[in-house]
């Protein structure tokens, strides 16, 4: 089981809500973050085929037609409840994800040539039916129909003549009221629902009526005439009449969705599945991601692949590419200077392989192949607990405690800077103890350090090997290339002068490092030097030979072409001789024939 510490470490929380972002439904987005690494490799091969299906359907096809959709599973639940009435708008999203689950299963329908949706398409949600029924009640605007039911029709239209009787009394007695100058202005206003009057405060005596409110000033007064109260009582009385029709309306459409509830909920979880994959299909096309295999009998291989966030957040041509392998050996020590890259490279390897156990495509070359690993533990960054009062060693040493404890031949185990932290011999053979016990629990290792006795333990023993990062001597800086198989120095004195320490400071600290480790150092460089100008060679000859083989098949394809060409030349000259012999013999024949007669 992987921890929810090692998550977060590694990130993965946000390169889900990257993924989420790509969601239309809110379970749908709600699934996706809270995705863990899935338990078992057929899973995450299921998901991961399917985001490959969806992805290939989002090429050929348009996009599904998955359109919002609110969490109703609350809603649904409560349908089945006597006496429940749910309100218009959740109705309406009802009502749209009804659509949207028959609209999902047509596209499934139609694009038919992947059957790997088959599941999901029986499990999605259609009646249409059930859909007029529902439908028949709203307007144009979203509003409940007058056509909803017989009684509202009535209902409304006795509204409307009352209301339109109301304000033709109410504007004749405001023209009476307006000649005799009792009112503040010529218009007629609303309060509580009633039509009124603006009078004058000072004549407010003069009007019968019921007073509503007055102005800020006080110098109006909004009063409801005594030959308008019946019609407003009566108004009023329809209005909540209306009320009353309308939640029996719904509370009939809620009965009828009571009835679907239970197929309802499988077509929200249903659509939410969908969405997701189809966001990580989504995400897969920007990130131009691949699922890569997964075969036990190959070696662990990450073929350019690269950090997930870093690639969004500097693009792909500015992202190195990582190429690393577990083959016979299985503790990889990598060395290099400091910012090299060597945490990133972990982290890549860690990151990648948790999202191919989750289903996610990730950006990696297609050969690339992955391991299922049971747990992936990991031990990166200071960890200093002031709470449990642990030095930043102890806590590396607690960490890798649990490491020795749990981690097995199903583990992928990273530690950063192994053995720092205390006196660097103490240290040196601390780290060695833990990797060999590793090893021999047949666990895969990943692990930097700066210590150089380790790098010669590392060439030494059995199924362990050096890794480094590059590092660019000419202008004294990191290339962040991954290298496996060489060592990598610390260029500790190399990145001092670059900086501007003094010569005279740098050459004295020189005279104070250990000679047998000096030479060391300066083995790696030169060794490092003869490795980047054998690179470079190779990759010269490669190109060379890329461009022999090109000539080559140039040569093979216009030979072909001439072969083809002469051929057709000589097929054409003997047809064409055919004929011209057939024509001289009819010709031969006719002549023969004419002399005999």
Do not use: W
């Not at 000649?179 to 010529?186: G, I, M």
């Not at 404890?405 to 990273?414: C, G, I, P, Q, T």
């Amino acid at each position: 089981m992987i921890s929810k510490a090692t998550l977060e470490k590694l990130d993965y929380k946000k390169v889900l809500s990257n993924i989420s972002k790509y969601t239309s439904t809110e379970n749908g987005k709600e699934s996706i973050l809270k995705s863990f690494p899935l338990n078992t490799l057929t899973e995450a091969v299921k998901i991961g085929n399917m985001v490959s299906a969806a992805k290939e359907m989002l090429i050929e096809f348009d996009h599904p037609p998955i359109e919002y959709i609110p969490n109703l599973e609350n809603e649904l639940s409560r349908s089945k409840v006597i006496g429940a009435v749910l309100q218009i708008d959740v109705i309406k999203n009802i009502l749209s994800m009804s659509i949207t689950s028959r609209k999902i299963r047509n596209y499934f329908t139609n694009n038919s040539q992947s059957t790997i949706f088959n599941s999901y398409k029986e499990a999605l949600f259609l009646d249409k039916t059930f859909e007029s029924k529902i439908s028949k009640i709203f307007n144009e605007a979203g509003s409940i129909s007058d056509s909803a039911s017989s009684k509202l029709r009535t209902i409304r239209k006795e509204i409307i003549s009352k209301n339109e009787n109301l304000k033709s009394v109410t504007n004749n007695i405001l023209k009476k009221l307006s000649s005799s100058y009792l009112v503040q202005e010529e218009y007629v206003t609303q309060r509580d629902g009633r039509l009124v009057l603006p009078i004058k405060a000072a004549h407010k005596r003069h009007v019968k009526g019921f007073i509503h409110s007055e102005s800020n000033t006080g110098q109006t007064v909004y009063i409801e005439p005594e030959q308008t109260l019946e019609l407003n009582n009566e108004i009023l009385s329809l209005t909540f009449a209306e009320k009353r029709e309308i939640e029996n309306i719904l509370k009939e459409i809620t009965i009828l969705v009571g009835s679907r509830s239970s197929e309802l909920k499988s077509s929200l979880s249903t659509i939410s599945e969908i969405d997701s994959i189809f966001a990580k299909a989504k995400y897969s096309l920007e990130m131009i991601g691949v699922f890569p295999t997964f075969d036990e009998k190959k070696c662990f291989r990450i073929l350019d692949g690269r950090h997930p966030l870093l690639l969004q957040k500097i693009g792909r041509k500015k992202t190195i590419p990582l190429d690393f392998c577990f083959e016979d050996d299985i503790v990889i020590l990598i060395t290099g200077p400091n910012a090299g890259g060597k945490t990133v490279v972990l982290k890549t390897i860690a990151l990648l392989s948790l999202l191919v156990q989750s289903g996610i495509h990730v950006p990696c070359h297609p050969d690339s192949n992955f391991i299922f690993f049971e747990n992936i533990m990991l031990d990166i960054g200071d960890e200093q607990s002031i709470e449990d009062d642990l030095s930043t060693f102890s806590s590396h040493l607690s960490n890798i405690k649990s490491i020795l404890e749990s981690a097995n031949e199903k583990s992928l185990v990273l530690i950063d800077e192994i053995g720092t932290g205390t006196d660097p011999s103490e240290g040196t053979a601390l780290a060695a103890s833990f990797l060999i016990t590793l090893r021999n629990a047949k666990v895969k290792v990943v692990a930097t350090t700066h210590h150089g006795n380790l790098k010669i333990l590392a060439s030494e023993l059995e199924r362990f090997q050096n890794a480094s990062m590059e590092f660019d001597l000419e202008n004294l800086t990191p290339t962040y290339k991954f290298r496996q198989g060489v060592p990598g120095s610390s260029y500790a004195f190399e990145v001092a002068q670059k900086i501007g320490l003094k010569t005279d400071i740098i050459q004295l600290a020189e005279k104070y490092l250990d000679s047998d480790k000096n030479n060391i150092e300066k083995f790696i460089i030169e060794l490092e030097n003869k490795s980047v100008e054998l690179t470079k060679k190779i990759n010269s000859l490669e190109i060379e030979n890329s461009r022999l083989k090109g000539l080559s098949n140039l040569y093979e394809r216009e030979n072909k072409k001439l072969k083809e060409r002469k051929g057709k030349i000589l097929q054409d000259t003997k047809d064409k001789a055919e004929t011209f012999l057939k024509d001289i013999n009819s010709q031969f024949e006719n002549t023969i024939k004419r002399i005999k007669e």
